[in-house]
């Protein structure tokens, strides 16, 4: 059986509010934001309520479906920035993604980014699963994670069908299926 939980907008809101003020505690202005997508471009969104920079997107392939966690031989380029937009050569910038799992698609996405030449470069996740990760976090980093969570499947209510269905099963915490 797989364990599940739930998260409502509200709660995601709040990490991404408690996220917003250690990025700006760090000391790191960030020029931009790379939203991952689809995953990170809503908790990207949410942060620039606190962190008014631009968002940008890059988009790419590993899980074959999002049901089952199979995922393809690597990491493939959807949608990327290319060329680089002039007001970001050299600038900082910060990765956005909702959960960091595998760990496998932000080590393509940050060794893709390093190669582009950004200057310092951070991440920003709002669930970090406790487990091995098949990827590595390229050195100099700076890693803000919102919740440490287990490897739990994670259901937010961007995701929801029914939204008064889902925030009913978040107040119900965590579930086997």
């Given at each position: 059986m797989v364990q599940k939980v739930w998260y409502t907008y509200d709660d995601v809101h709040k990490t991404v509010k408690q996220i917003a003020?250690?990025?700006?505690?760090a000391g790191v202005q960030y020029d931009a934001m790379i939203a991952i997508g689809g995953g990170g471009?809503?908790?990207?969104?949410?942060?620039?309520?606190?962190?008014?920079?631009p968002i940008y997107a890059v988009t790419?392939?590993?899980?074959?479906n999002e049901e089952g966690g199979q995922t393809d031989d690597s990491v493939k380029k959807i949608q990327w920035l290319d060329p680089i937009p002039k007001e970001l050569i050299g600038k900082n910038v910060l990765v956005v993604?909702?959960?960091?799992?595998s760990r496998?698609?932000?080590?393509?996405?940050?060794?893709?980014?390093?190669k582009d030449g950004f200057g310092k470069i951070g991440v920003a996740v709002?669930?970090?699963k406790l487990k091995p990760k098949k990827g590595k976090m390229p050195?100099?980093?700076a890693y803000f994670s919102g919740v440490e969570i287990e490897d739990w499947w994670i259901n937010y209510p961007w995701d929801a069908e029914d939204i008064d269905a889902h925030n009913r099963r978040a107040a119900a915490g965590?579930?086997?299926?």
């Open positions: 003020t250690r990025i700006q505690e471009f809503i908790p990207a969104r949410m942060l620039r309520c606190f962190i008014d920079v790419t392939a590993y899980y074959l993604d909702e959960v960091d799992d496998v698609t932000m080590e393509f996405v940050l060794n893709e980014l390093i709002i669930h970090n050195e100099g980093i965590v579930q086997e299926e």
